[in-house]
């Protein structure tokens, strides 16, 4: 992490620096390479090196461990589903390295004579050299098995070079996969060139199809990859927006136009992994701050995507859009006869996903008399009912009967939420895991919206005990293990107690990173798992290492007093309502009870009174 932040000593077992993920000017972000975690106490971000990989170059956790892989020559091996295939490293690194040169050999054939179609192809569409060089752009000769050849003379061994997508067996032996096409590299969220997208230049090329795309193979999954992600990743986490496109030259001219969150699927329509892959971009703790923008045709296929999308994830709808170019033109076609400026403009005059869809089942009806009204209603009054949202719905509700021309605004926004009701009362609902299932489901709701504030005196003990069960597991032992869950009175700690219970407890063997990973994964709130990133890198108040152990006995000793405390006012209060002449037997039960608390409480104080360190925290 020192590579990317510039860190300072900032405790016993801590460094910081300025966060990487969000602009500040005094050093919140902390690393605790003693526990192999980092958390940001401004904008809480936290994880493990892998975590921090992926949000800082914005990659998914197997390219992560790959990279780290990498860096210590460290041997991973691959394991395929449910066979005994097994492929390592080495297999991988061969097969980025067959694809790298094959590109290296593919852009110099661009500038050879024989690639002058290609070369005219991207010049006709406003895409000088640059733009090429930019994109990766190269060109397939048209013998059989030039690239085969030159690639076996690297040292390449066919089998790698079928396994990479690149050759293939023919009937004479070993040949290329592309002939006679202008092709881009297709590259993972690292940056490596995992296949190429090939697109058709000849009439007699015999070739199926107009794009052909390298096969799938152990690093190309055409429906995890968008084309033009490797150059759009930082704009599309700094700017909150992805532009979806269609194809490769869209992409191209979107870039250039300085539209520069801009990517395309490759070799299949845009789907749900896909959408996961921009989640990880856009997402920002469980809410969404950007959008998607979609520039479907306004064709029968596009109204067909923009349903489908509505449907969807409604979260993700209500922050879609959808941009129609003028004559149904694509954004490279606009570009080529209206310029930068028009593509631009293209994407700044979106539409939202809803009133797309909306206003296209309406152009379906005849809206000039009252039957076509009528009927233009009942379609899509549903439609509107299926917005979750409130403030949204009724906002489209009476948008509708505008667009309809109803005169009656009520009426609609009344069948509108009529129509919502019902859909309401026939959903079944759904929960998901979560790591306070135990609680009573207030204190859940509540756990996952009130944040409990860090620096709260009467919630310091239960703070620390909690930290010191993440970041000390074999310290704090049996010690915390033995607290009930009843000792922690906020909801958000109550959460963590009960979740650290179900990862085994620290009694369990695991420790650092690895620890806090099994915490974490018992809930999906959001909000308590950056809590308990928190609480896992939060400086425990001590002077060195050698306090800690005396620290952490103090303070579950603090906590432990607190709860005992409680229970003691709560026999008082009994006692005072019971008559030890009417009912001496359960009044001297509970007064032995008392006695017996009352010493235990004792006990635990003169054992948080050697505290040094809760006292200085304190």
């Known amino acids: 992490?020192?590579?990317?932040?510039?860190?300072?000593?900032?405790?016993?077992?801590?460094?910081?620096?300025?966060?990487?993920?969000?602009?500040?000017?005094?050093?919140?972000?902390?690393?605790?390479?003693?526990?192999?975690?980092?958390?940001?106490?401004?904008?809480?971000?936290?994880?493990?090196?892998?975590?921090?990989?992926?949000?800082?170059?914005?990659?998914?956790?197997?390219?992560?461990?790959?990279?780290?892989?990498?860096?210590?020559?460290?041997?991973?091996?691959?394991?395929?589903?449910?066979?005994?295939?097994?492929?390592?490293?080495?297999?991988?690194?061969?097969?980025?390295?067959?694809?790298?040169?094959?590109?290296?050999?593919?852009?110099?054939?661009?500038?050879?004579?024989?690639?002058?179609?290609?070369?005219?192809?991207?010049?006709?569409?406003?895409?000088?050299?640059?733009?090429?060089?930019?994109?990766?752009?190269?060109?397939?000769?048209?013998?059989?098995?030039?690239?085969?050849?030159?690639?076996?003379?690297?040292?390449?061994?066919?089998?790698?070079?079928?396994?990479?997508?690149?050759?293939?067996?023919?009937?004479?032996?070993?040949?290329?996969?592309?002939?006679?096409?202008?092709?881009?590299?297709?590259?993972?969220?690292?940056?490596?060139?995992?296949?190429?997208?090939?697109?058709?230049?000849f009439d007699d090329d015999t070739m199926p199809g107009k794009y052909v795309n390298t096969p799938e193979t152990l690093l190309y999954k055409k429906s995890q990859v968008l084309f033009g992600l490797d150059h759009a990743k930082r704009e599309i986490s700094k700017g909150h927006q992805a532009v979806v496109v269609e194809g490769y030259t869209d992409v191209m001219a979107m870039h250039l136009a300085g539209v520069k969150t801009a990517v395309a699927s490759c070799g299949t329509a845009f789907g749900e992994e896909h959408l996961q892959v921009l989640r990880r971009l856009l997402m920002d703790d469980n809410f969404w701050r950007g959008e998607i923008i979609y520039t479907f045709d306004g064709d029968a296929a596009g109204q067909a995507a923009a349903l489908k999308a509505f449907s969807g994830d409604q979260r993700l709808a209500g922050q879609t859009y959808i941009a129609v170019a003028p004559d149904g033109q694509d954004p490279c076609e606009l570009r080529q006869h209206s310029g930068d400026a028009a593509v631009r403009d293209l994407v700044a005059r979106r539409t939202p996903l809803y009133e797309f869809v909306i206003r296209g089942l309406l152009a379906e009806h005849n809206l000039d008399d009252v039957e076509g009204r009528v009927e233009a209603l009942r379609r899509t009054v549903p439609v509107v009912a299926q917005i979750k949202d409130n403030a949204t719905r009724k906002g489209y509700a009476t948008k509708l009967a505008g667009w309809v021309g109803w005169d009656d605004i009520q009426l609609v926004v009344r069948r509108v939420g009529e129509e919502a009701k019902k859909n309401r009362m026939g959903a079944t609902p759904t929960t998901g895991k979560s790591g306070a299932a135990a609680l009573p489901a207030a204190r859940v709701a509540e756990s996952s919206s009130v944040r409990p504030a860090p620096n709260d005196p009467v919630l310091f003990a239960q703070r620390q005990s909690l930290s010191a069960a993440l970041q000390y597991p074999g310290i704090a032992g049996a010690a915390f293990d033995a607290i009930d869950t009843a000792a922690f009175t906020h909801p958000a700690y109550v959460a963590v107690r009960i979740m650290i219970a179900k990862a085994g407890g620290t009694a369990v063997g695991l420790s650092g990173a690895e620890w806090v990973a099994a915490v974490s994964d018992h809930t999906d709130d959001l909000m308590i798992r950056a809590l308990v990133s928190e609480l896992a890198n939060e400086q425990l108040p001590v002077r060195s290492q050698n306090d800690i152990p005396r620290f952490i006995t103090g303070i579950l000793a603090r906590t432990q007093e607190a709860w005992v405390g409680r229970q003691i006012a709560e026999l008082k209060s009994k006692l005072q309502r019971l008559s030890a002449s009417e009912e001496p037997d359960t009044y001297m039960a509970l007064f032995g009870d008392l006695v017996a608390l009352e010493q235990y409480r004792k006990s635990l104080a003169a054992q948080a009174m050697g505290n040094e360190g809760y006292a200085a925290g304190a």
């Open 1 to 201: 992490m020192g590579e990317y932040v510039a860190l300072k000593r900032a405790g016993a077992d801590s460094i910081k620096g300025l966060c990487p993920f969000h602009d500040e000017k005094s050093p919140s972000f902390h690393v605790r390479p003693n526990h192999g975690l980092f958390h940001c106490f401004g904008c809480g971000e936290g994880g493990d090196v892998y975590k921090f990989l992926q949000q800082i170059e914005h990659i998914g956790f197997v390219e992560a461990v790959e990279q780290m892989a990498d860096r210590i020559g460290y041997q991973i091996n691959y394991e395929g589903g449910g066979t005994s295939v097994q492929r390592d490293r080495g297999t991988r690194s061969r097969l980025v390295a067959a694809n790298a040169a094959a590109h290296e050999f593919y852009v110099a054939q661009l500038r050879e004579p024989e690639a002058e179609t290609a070369r005219k192809y991207l010049t006709d569409r406003n895409f000088d050299g640059a733009a090429a060089q930019q994109f990766g752009c190269g060109y397939a000769p048209g013998g059989w098995d030039v690239l085969t050849k030159h690639l076996l003379r690297k040292g390449f061994e066919f089998k790698e070079l079928e396994a990479a997508g690149l050759s293939k067996q023919g009937k004479r032996g070993p040949i290329d996969r592309f002939h006679r096409r202008l092709l881009w590299p297709i590259r993972n969220l690292g940056g490596e060139v995992i296949g190429f997208g090939a697109r058709k230049l």
